[in-house]
């Protein structure tokens, strides 16, 4: 009887390893399928996100976020150039820098030493054109690095041109949330000097003697005490139309423009900033932009050229209104 009870132990205890081992397998089954499950679901995940082609916002708010820009532009400027004071000269005696984004015309009429209320005025539109000059050329920016933004411009100008408009805004979308922007306050740290820079060197040109201006260090440190605030909310503004128009659009190809200084007046592709179109002699010119405008660049139906629709025109300073 013992040695029946030990067999029939024995036997049951060799079935309970066998079931033990059956579940140890299929547990890593289990695993393995679900190990599959999840690979699955992120292909697909990654697939829906590429396929995807729905706008995450309207033509609208990217209007209302271009406009918000240009107004805290506006304001910036205006204050920068009311707050501040010119002496009778120039300080800046290099013009090399700002000869490209300012045109010479401009560069001459703020060396004048025009009387104070033509002065500020002008001072505060070359603020405005430099501020809408280094947002767009930071919103047209694929990536920090020259080399690498030169060659993702060239690969998505190829992509464009063999692709159709969603898949090629679907791949703009998911190269520019990766390639650009990091942490904001790191993309912050890079883009404020720029726009520093540039306001301090408009400034010099006119003459700017405000206290605390005698080197470069004080007139940075100055601009940023004084105007800090105000410059870092234009970033902040500028990186919201930004990820908007590169990273939430799919659909369509929106850009920010501007109008060429020195250029004659076109009603069909930009704005007077001072009044209406009508009473733009035609011998006028461009000075500069003082709003920025956005487009949409399509391709035309035979696919030999692009055919841009404004969503809203640039604004632009002809050069009677600072005569």
Known sequence: EEERSRLENSKLEMELSTVQKQLEARDIELRGLQDLLDVRTRELQDARTYLDTADLVS???VVSMAEALNAEIFQTAAYMADSSAFGAKCRLVDTGEVDPW????????LRSGKDTETRVQCVQVALQASLVRSCMATIAMWHPDSKIDEGLRQLYSKIQKTSLAPVAGRWRVMTRSKS???TPEETEKSYIPWMVRRAILVLLLAG????GTKTWEACVDTIMEKYGRRIRDIVKLMMRLDK???????SKDIVVCIAAGGNQYDPGTMENADGPAEKVQPSDRVMCTSDLGLKV??????????EDTYLMKPKVVLRSSLA
């Open 59 to 61: 033509g609208e708010d």
């Open 102 to 109: 300012l045109g010479a015309d401009f560069v001459e009429i």
């Open 180 to 182: 650009k922007y990091s």
């Open 208 to 211: 700017w003697d405000s206290d």
């Open 244 to 250: 908007a128009i590169s990273e939430s659009v799919v």
């Open 297 to 306: 660049t399509e391709a035309s139906e035979d696919g030999t050229s692009e």
